[in-house]
């Protein structure tokens, strides 16, 4: 079993920043793509960014140039550095890992999510 345990989410006012941070554990042989989503109140849940296990970043239009992704494979974590954030961005927001428990295996695995609150 794997899990994924995400912190770091708050109340903070436009402008400011927040770290989010996921820790993956269980029998863990490989993680490869870690990605943060988000879901709004009332909306879908949407792709926020993703980092490849060769440390290669992809990130939203919305986030862009205000959000790092990051990750330690010595730790099995993933982070999410929001800066300038704005009221838009208040979401919960989730982390996601292909994870390998084994050569021949690999799933999809997602954390329970973390509040992110944006006050004007």
């Known amino acids: 079993q794997v899990q994924l345990a995400e912190s770091g989410g708050g109340l903070v006012q436009a402008g400011g920043s927040l770290r989010l941070s996921c820790a993956a554990s269980g029998s863990i042989f490989r993680i490869s793509v870690m990605r943060w989503y988000r879901q709004a109140p009332g909306k879908q849940r949407e792709w926020v960014a993703g980092i490849s296990r060769g440390g290669n970043t992809n990130y939203a239009d919305s986030v862009k140039g205000r959000f790092t992704i990051s990750r330690d494979d010595d730790k099995n974590a993933v982070y999410l550095q929001m800066n300038s954030l704005k009221p838009e961005d208040t979401a919960v927001y989730y982390c996601?890992?292909?994870?390998?428990?084994?050569?021949?295996?690999?799933?999809?695995?997602w954390g329970q999510g973390t509040s992110v609150t944006v006050s004007s």
């Open positions: 996601n890992a292909a994870v390998s428990t084994s050569v021949t295996r690999t799933d999809d695995y």
